[in-house]
Nanobody
Framework: QVQLVESGGGLVHPGGTMRLSCAAS????????MSWFRQAPGAEREMVAR????????EYADSVKGRFTISRDRTKNTVYLQMDSLKPEDTGVYYC??????????WGQGTQVTVSL
């Protein structure tokens, strides 16, 4: 059974840091494009970071470049999103997403991140 389980969300002050984890089961992330999306209240879901492959090719939304870092741990079959210098506009539900052309797409259940004083 394919499953993505996010963790690590919560409340953080502006300027703070947070690391999200996405533990995958039922497939190996090595074969998939892995991404983090977020959805703010009243807004559409947007991609914030994408890991194309284990070769290190990553892409980021302009709003998070230089502050967020996506990474993978092959041994733990887990994807991470390190978030630094957090801003109130980073608040939202963060979702892990796995995609493999010709196979399928999978979403996690999401984890809430709130950046506030």
């Amino acid at each position: 059974q394919v499953q993505l389980v996010e963790s690590g969300g919560g409340l953080v002050h502006p300027g703070g840091t947070m690391r999200l984890s996405c533990a995958a089961s039922g497939f190996t992330i090595e074969l998939y494009e892995m991404s983090w999306f977020r959805q703010a209240p009243g807004a559409e879901r947007e991609m914030v970071a994408r890991s194309i492959n284990f070769g290190g090719r990553n892409e980021y939304a302009d709003s998070v470049k230089g502050r967020f870092t996506i990474s993978r741990d092959r041994t733990k079959n887990t994807v991470y999103l390190q978030m630094d210098s957090l801003k109130p506009e980073d608040t939202g539900v963060y979702y892990c997403f796995a995609r493999k052309s010709g196979v399928g797409n999978y979403w996690g259940q999401g984890t809430q991140v709130t950046v506030s004083l």
